[in-house]
């Protein structure tokens, strides 16, 4: 997933003495299922285990609800390969700690294999979401590496290849630039792709490695590729071509080509929901093209069984650190957003509630990113108008900016839903105060976005809506049109920063002014950036209906009805 543009991952490594918190708790409208099993062993506390462990009692479990994969040419013995396949599953699903204990495990049972303990120090490493490991992984980092090195001599030539490319990755110089060795690590990959064309596994890691390089930086605004970028998407095809059923593969391509070219990760994302169930990551992971294309049935139900699956398995294995704090979280930010876009609003609120609830309240300040989730219920009530349930929402306290500003914007719409102005216009200016606070532009609560550039777009929404409801129509028209602008210039992620596509609202005064082919053109640009959204499906065919367009305004309204068919609100403009 990407969440250099959903979370900011040093604060999640901060929030890891608060994780209780992120326990799950069965609160969102999910269908029903069976526990899935994960073997006999009962799970110990899923953690980083950088302390002594007790080699003498098993250290990991063997789940048995992560597919079929098994790396190539993997040369310990028989006992341990379980054990090491599924520790590089589990990096592939970006369980890193938990890929660390499967590793633990195989070393335990084959204290020779250099391959096992390549693994530890693989899983401890940086990756595209965990840009900085902290000391205590870097040493033990470290260490397991010495260990591989000193045994490589009894592995096959390949794994000793990957073994000492690791070495350019890590260093006991602990100041060492991490960007430097990252592009090391790279340069040594290059080599062992190039030597080794035909085995998935190296195309994969390879690709993993020129990631790492530029994390979230694919491509830039007009899709031209990044330096390392075309290399990484060809080394990420080769390996699909050579194992159709490659998780490790099909996850980063769905990263690699979601922002500018998500049709192109359509085939990984069908691919990739059932190789490994048990991993809700790569469950949820086909969600983030579904919802790009606008398959949002499909992105629904992709997070509801992800969540599924990481409510079972955080429950029995006690995970705690990055996995339970953002993955888990993210499935049910992603479920909320999905859900919006097809008019399923029980299912939305449900999601948004539980997202909020599952925010330590008193680490909001410290890691602002939190305000961003427990926002979610006011902008769920925004988009579905319930607005007796914002105007009765409590205020947080007053250092919780962005929650703050949150609650203004959605104060500021009800307000002006039932025809207050007055109001509306006092929330208005609480917006523009946020706005306006240098504090706001250096609050990234948002994602990659600060709260300035998220209150820009907020005060134009409320600015136009309210100037339309006072008459003053060419304002409504110009703020609403600013809105638009600053919306698109906010930086990429999913779920999308802001909630609500301003066209959407611009498109809805737009009719009410009587300018049908003004709002039949917006509300098709929205389309193009959204696609198969019902609201601009809906409005699509209310202008196209006010303009006498009847053949067209069919079409459009019979593709709002395939997309709203499991809706429980019905419509009557692109906003409530």
């Known amino acids: 997933m990407k969440f250099r543009q959903s979370i900011i991952v040093g604060a999640l490594l ?78 592939f699903a970006f369980n890193h700690a938990e890929a660390h204990r499967s590793f633990l495990e195989a070393s335990r049972l084959d204290a020779e294999s250099a391959m096992a303990f390549w693994g530890q120090a693989y899983a401890l490493g940086p990756n595209i979401n965990d840009q900085l490991p902290d000391q205590q992984r870097k040493e033990a980092a470290w260490e397991a590496l010495q260990q591989a090195l000193s045994l490589k001599g009894g592995a096959s030539e390949m794994e000793r290849d990957l073994i000492s490319a690791l070495e350019a990755r890590y260093s006991d110089d602990w100041e060492r630039d991490q960007e430097e060795l990252n592009a090391n690590y790279l340069l040594a990959m290059e080599a062992v792709r190039e030597k080794y064309p035909n085995n998935a596994d190296v195309q994969t890691l390879y690709a993993a490695a020129a990631m790492n390089t530029m994390p979230w930086n694919y491509w830039d605004l007009d899709g031209n590729p990044s330096p390392n970028t075309p290399a990484a998407k060809k080394a990420l095809e080769q390996a699909i071509s050579l194992n159709p059923e490659h998780p490790g593969a099909h996850h980063y391509y769905i990263h690699m080509v979601e922002l500018p070219y998500p049709d192109t990760g359509v085939p990984s994302a069908d691919a990739l929901g059932s190789l490994m169930p048990g991993a809700g990551h790569l469950v949820h992971m086909p969600s983030h093209i579904y919802i790009r294309v606008g398959r949002y049935q499909d992105a629904v139900a992709a997070n509801q069984q992800a969540i599924l699956a990481d409510e079972d398995y955080i429950s029995q294995c006690y995970s705690q650190g990055l996995y339970p704090l953002g993955y888990y979280p993210h499935n049910i930010h992603f479920l909320w957003s999905a859900s919006s876009m097809i008019g399923q609003s029980q299912i939305a609120i449900d999601a948004a509630k539980k997202t909020a609830e599952k925010v330590p309240k008193g680490e909001m300040v410290e890691l ?152 039949e053109k917006t509300y098709r640009a929205d389309l193009e950036r959204v696609r198969q959204n019902g609201w601009s499906l809906y409005g699509l065919y209310q202008s196209l209906k006010a303009q006498g367009k009847n053949g067209e305004a069919a079409a459009a309204l019979a593709a709002y009805e395939a997309i709203w068919k499991d809706a429980d609100v019905q419509l009557e403009n692109s906003v409530f």
């Open 14 to 91: 901060a929030l890891a003495l608060v994780l209780i918190n992120f326990l799950p708790e069965r609160t969102v409208t999910l269908p029903k299922r069976d526990m899935a099993s994960i073997g006999a062993i009962k799970c110990t506390v899923a953690k980083f285990l950088l302390e002594d462990v007790d080699h003498t009692r098993q250290i990991a479990p063997l789940f048995d609800n992560l597919g079929n994969y098994t790396f190539e040419g993997y040369s310990g013995n028989a006992e341990a390969k379980p054990f090491f396949d599924q520790g590089v599953r589990l990096t």
């Open 368 to 519: 602002p990113f939190l305000q961003d989730f427990a926002a979610t219920p006011l902008l769920a009530y925004v988009r579905f108008g319930r607005w007796n349930d914002i105007l009765t929402y409590p205020a947080p306290d007053s250092e919780i900016v962005h929650l703050h500003l949150i609650r203004h914007y959605a104060r500021g719409l009800a307000f002006i839903r039932k025809n207050n102005a007055d109001e509306a216009r006092e929330e208005l200016e609480a917006i523009r105060v946020i706005l306006e606070d240098p504090g706001s532009a250096e609050l990234m609560a948002a994602s990659q976005n600060t709260t300035d550039k998220i209150a820009e777009v907020a005060y134009e929404v409320v600015a136009g809506e309210l100037a339309q409801l006072e008459g003053k129509h060419e304002m409504a028209r110009n703020h609403l049109t600013n809105a638009v602008a600053a919306e698109e210039a906010l930086t990429y992620t999913e779920p999308s920063a802001w909630h609500i596509p301003p066209r959407q609202n611009l498109g809805a005064i737009l009719m009410a002014q009587g300018d049908f082919e003004a709002a």
